[in-house]
């Protein structure tokens, strides 16, 4: 158990529909990050925050967004859904801005 | 970001050492490279990392070439819960942006 949480673990929806998914950081990290995990695709880097603040970007859609709130969860917001967004989403969180990573479980999101 | 080289797959037996290769020739002086595996489609877990000096934790040991260009994960009893895909990742930190770039990694099956 990485301490880092995400909910929900599961997810299916229709295309055109939009989602919310969450992560919690673990006790003290700064830093959260999302990646997205498709099969043809594989682990690709979304996007960084830092105490709230966006610090880094990677190949994340215009559909999609993210935001850190003051208590340090994540939530990133995926809409206009379509059936190649369907992947697993995974939150890290680290530190500070350097440190190491720690994953998630993950969402899995099944668009229909 | 510099490139990774592992091979595809791997086997080993139930409690020999597993040694995993890699290959980042183009790394950069101030650029850590990252162990990770994922087992099934759980979340990548954090194994072990270093810059220039081998390292050795609870989990594994790395080994880094004193050129840097390659370095060779070593798991010294397998059981059959080390198989996993692991991933070989050069980071890049600048001014606390930091992003893992993951590659296909190597798929390592214990056998009994």
């Known amino acids: 158990d990485s301490g880092v949480t995400q909910t929900p673990k599961h997810l299916i929806t229709a295309t055109g529909q939009r989602v919310t998914l969450r992560c919690s950081p673990r006790?003290?990290?700064?830093?959260v990050y999302w990646y997205q995990q498709s099969l043809d695709q594989g682990l690709q880097f979304l996007i960084q925050?830092?105490?709230?603040?966006?610090?880094a970007k990677g190949n994340i859609l215009e559909r999609f967004s993210a935001q850190q709130f003051p208590d340090l969860h994540s939530e990133l917001n995926l809409s206009s859904l379509e059936l190649g967004d369907s992947a697993l989403y995974f939150c890290?969180?680290?530190?500070?801005?350097?440190?190491?990573?720690?994953f998630g479980p993950g969402t899995r999101l099944l668009v229909l | 970001d510099a490139k990774t080289t592992q091979p595809p797959s791997m086997d080993c037996a139930e409690g020999r050492a597993a040694n995993l290769p890699c290959n980042h020739s183009?790394?950069?002086?101030?650029?850590?490279v990252y162990w990770y595996r994922q087992i099934h489609s759980q979340g990548p877990q954090y194994i072990i990392h270093?810059?220039?000096n081998n390292e050795t934790n609870e989990m594994a040991s790395l080994i880094i070439t004193e050129d840097r260009k390659s370095s060779t994960l070593i798991l010294p009893h397998a059981t059959l819960r080390d198989t996993a895909v692991y991933y070989c990742?050069?980071?890049?930190?600048?001014?606390?942006?930091?992003?893992?770039?993951f590659g296909q990694g190597t798929r390592l099956t214990i056998n009994p």
């Open positions: 006790s003290g990290d700064l830093s």
């Open positions: 890290a969180s680290s530190l500070g801005g350097a440190q190491t990573q720690y």
């Open positions: 183009t790394i950069s002086g101030n650029e850590y």
């Open positions: 990742i050069v980071r890049v930190a600048i001014q606390g942006a930091q992003k893992l770039v």
């Open positions: 925050y830092y105490n709230g603040e966006e610090r």
């Open positions: 270093g810059l220039k």
